[in-house]
């Protein structure tokens, strides 16, 4: 199972970029994929994840990004998206994506819960 996340960069705040996580070896439909940050100095942080689709494929949110950060989902491309509008300082950070072999009913908020991880992608806002 392989991992690759895309679509870091530097961009002043309020702009956006997405991130993209390109899977091999697992159908992302059928897993939750998450995404994660660390920032220089910090554990890495629950950003967002997106839940198979036989437990609704319904997308959850850190209350930090809510209502700027989507999750998405291309089954035909086998891909999870990250659209990360009105990106703030506080944004910065390294970006992985992880996948979770097991099926919990529990948030799967936490790294732990996720078994597969690609390369992290960096974010950083700077003006």
């Known amino acids: 199972v392989q991992l690759q996340a895309f679509g870091g960069g530097s961009v002043p705040p309020g702009e956006s970029l997405r991130l993209s996580c390109t899977v091999s070896g697992r159908t992302v439909s059928r897993h939750t994929v998450g995404w994660f940050r660390q920032a220089p100095g910090r554990e890495r942080e629950f950003v967002s994840n997106i839940r198979r689709s036989a437990y609704g494929g319904s997308g959850n949110y850190a209350d930090s990004v809510k209502g700027r950060f989507t999750i998405s989902r291309d089954t035909a491309k086998n891909t999870v998206y990250l659209q990360m509008n009105s990106l703030k300082f506080e944004d910065t950070a390294v970006y992985y994506c992880?996948?979770?072999?097991?099926?919990?009913?529990?948030?799967?908020?936490?790294?732990?819960?996720?078994?597969?991880w690609g390369p992290g992608t960096l974010v950083t806002v700077s003006s």
């Open positions: 992880g996948l979770a072999e097991r099926h919990l009913a529990a948030p799967m908020t936490r790294t732990v819960d996720f078994d597969y």
